[in-house]
């Protein structure tokens, strides 16, 4: 039976906020309580507050989690660079900390001396950077530089030098936060594989701080949830994964109203902008299959000589995944001024899961001059029901209408084939 090799027993870190006092300030404040004015004092912030977990031999545990939700600090407790302010934490078995990769390096030294360096400072002994030294620089793609001073490196190829290092220690437990995104695309692979063969083949105890949530699921079978100090949720990774996907979900969506973006002439108002089902109730959620509608409500100061609208969806990251323009017909010649209705429908919404916006532009004549235009409007979530949004083979935002057949190998005649439609798109 595997047996815990990392336990925190009610763990909490506090730090004081604040700049740290001059002389003059000391003096100002010890003088303020000698006369019954003490300085008032802010409490400390609570960086962990009260977390209790186990982490078993050759588990690997991925933590996910907003930013202050603290995710790193945790793991700077576990790789005992600092204490915790109350509760114990029991570590077993040597740490190869992937922690602020590369803050170890010395920039008069060359790479060749900062190996040894920073092997040493891990624990590696020097016969066994010795006998990987040639694999370092191999992995790290720097054979051509070895000899050069690190001051003389980009960040980029400093932190491949760190990585190759703090990777090649033979350690029982490896704790990584945020680097597996370090260097160019291809090296970020190289990284990913090689972490990824540590927990496959060598059984390591593994802990993984990452944004890149599919990359959790992936690689982990349980993730912690954090939440300003306090674990949230511990499950397994899909479970996990998709809830803390859920409150993205729901914080995108509730500062929808600050992230607008409009430039306009003053000739026409967005005063409205709906989401409503196939029985025409509102909504925030799209299930993928269906045909939901978005109603626009257009406020016209002055007449819109031959107006065009611009309608699409974007990404919360300004990714533009669709647009469509109005066709002949849909608007007079001349638009009077007044309020109108325009209502888009989409036959068979073709997104999976994810968080998507509204973006509108309004142009006029036959120059198409542009009066309106508008980005991040009306927030809203897409679910896909034959999809987990975590998982990594899952990955993709639009489904297509597919038609798979199955058969022997031997068989040539269609009529052997066995047809099925893809079921969350019926034919």
């Given at each position: 039976?595997?047996?815990?090799?990392?336990?925190?027993?009610?763990?909490?870190?506090?730090?004081?906020?604040?700049?740290?006092?001059?002389?003059?300030?000391?003096?100002?404040?010890?003088?303020?309580?000698?006369?019954?004015?003490?300085?008032?004092?802010?409490?400390?912030?609570?960086?962990?507050?009260?977390?209790?977990?186990?982490?078993?031999?050759?588990?690997?545990?991925?933590?996910?989690?907003?930013?202050?939700?603290?995710?790193?600090?945790?793991?700077?407790?576990?790789?005992?660079?600092?204490?915790?302010?109350?509760?114990?934490?029991?570590?077993?078995?040597?740490?190869?900390?992937?922690?602020?990769?590369?803050?170890?390096?010395?920039?008069?030294?060359?790479?060749?001396?900062?190996?040894?360096?920073?092997?040493?400072?891990?624990?590696?002994?020097?016969?066994?950077?010795?006998?990987?030294?040639?694999?370092?620089?191999?992995?790290?793609?720097?054979?051509?530089?070895?000899?050069?001073?690190?001051?003389?490196?980009?960040?980029?190829?400093?932190?491949?030098?760190?990585?190759?290092?703090?990777?090649?220690?033979?350690?029982?437990?490896?704790?990584?936060?945020?680097?597996?995104?370090?260097?160019?695309?291809?090296?970020?692979?190289?990284?990913?594989?090689?972490?990824?063969?540590?927990?496959?083949?060598?059984?390591?105890?593994?802990?993984?701080?990452?944004?890149?949530?599919?990359?959790?699921?992936?690689?982990?079978?349980?993730?912690?949830?954090?939440?300003?100090?306090?674990?949230?949720?511990?499950?397994?990774?899909?479970?996990?994964?998709?809830?803390?996907?859920?409150?993205?979900?729901?914080?995108?969506?509730?500062?929808?109203?600050?992230?607008?973006?409009?430039?306009?002439?003053?000739?026409?108002?967005?005063?409205?902008?709906?989401?409503?089902?196939?029985?025409?109730?509102?909504?925030?959620?799209?299930?993928?299959?269906?045909?939901?509608?978005?109603?626009?409500?257009?406020?016209?100061?002055?007449?819109?000589?031959?107006?065009?609208?611009?309608?699409?969806?974007?990404?919360?990251?300004?990714?533009?995944?669709?647009?469509?323009?109005?066709?002949?017909?849909?608007?007079?010649?001349?638009?009077?001024?007044?309020?109108?209705?325009?209502?888009?429908?989409?036959?068979r919404f073709p997104f999976n899961n994810g968080t998507f916006s509204v973006r509108v532009s309004i142009d006029i004549g036959d120059v198409l001059k542009n009066i309106f235009y508008a980005e991040s409007l009306l927030h809203f979530s897409a679910y896909s029901p034959t999809l987990n949004r975590a998982r990594s083979e899952a990955e993709g935002i639009i489904a297509l209408r597919t038609q798979w057949q199955t058969g022997s190998t031997r068989t040539t005649r269609p009529g052997n084939l066995r047809a099925a439609a893809h079921p969350a798109l019926p034919t």
């Amino acid at each position: 039976m595997p047996r815990p090799v990392i336990e925190l027993d009610h763990v909490s870190k506090e730090y004081r906020l604040g700049q740290v006092a001059s002389l003059k300030q000391t003096v100002m404040r010890g003088l303020g309580r000698l006369v019954g004015r003490p300085a008032p004092v802010r409490p400390p912030f609570r960086a962990l507050d009260d977390v209790s977990f186990t982490v078993d031999e050759g588990e690997v545990l991925g933590i996910i989690g907003h930013n202050g939700a603290g995710k790193s600090t945790l793991l700077k407790l576990l790789a005992n660079i600092t204490r915790p302010s109350h509760g114990a934490v029991r570590v077993r078995g040597r740490v190869a900390p992937l922690i602020e990769v590369g803050a170890g390096f010395v920039g008069d030294l060359t790479g060749r001396e900062n190996v040894y360096l920073n092997g040493t400072i891990l624990g590696m002994p020097r016969k066994l950077i010795d006998r990987k030294f040639d694999e370092i620089v191999a992995f790290a793609e720097m054979e051509a530089f070895i000899d050069t001073p690190v001051k003389r490196y980009s960040s980029g190829m400093q932190v491949k030098l760190a990585f190759s290092v703090a990777t090649s220690l033979e350690s029982d437990i490896l704790i990584i936060d945020e680097v597996l995104a370090v260097g160019d695309l291809a090296f970020q692979r190289k990284c990913f594989e090689r972490v990824e063969s540590q927990i496959k083949h060598e059984g390591r105890t593994v802990l993984i701080v990452s944004h890149n949530i599919r990359q959790v699921e992936r690689l982990c079978k349980r993730v912690l949830l954090l939440d300003h100090g306090r674990i949230l949720a511990d499950g397994p990774a899909p479970e996990i994964c998709n809830r803390f996907y859920a409150i993205n979900d729901e914080k995108v969506q509730a500062q929808s109203s600050e992230a607008k973006r409009v430039a306009s002439t003053g000739d026409v108002e967005l005063i409205g902008i709906r989401l409503t089902n196939d029985q025409g109730e509102d909504v925030s959620t799209v299930t993928e299959g269906t045909s939901p509608r978005f109603v626009l409500s257009l406020r016209v100061h002055r007449p819109l000589p031959r107006p065009l609208l611009v309608f699409g969806l974007h990404t919360i990251d300004f990714f533009y995944v669709w647009t469509t323009v109005s066709p002949p017909g849909t608007f007079p010649d001349t638009l009077p001024p007044g309020d109108h209705e325009v209502q888009i429908a989409i036959e068979r919404f073709p997104f999976n899961n994810g968080t998507f916006s509204v973006r509108v532009s309004i142009d006029i004549g036959d120059v198409l001059k542009n009066i309106f235009y508008a980005e991040s409007l009306l927030h809203f979530s897409a679910y896909s029901p034959t999809l987990n949004r975590a998982r990594s083979e899952a990955e993709g935002i639009i489904a297509l209408r597919t038609q798979w057949q199955t058969g022997s190998t031997r068989t040539t005649r269609p009529g052997n084939l066995r047809a099925a439609a893809h079921p969350a798109l019926p034919t």
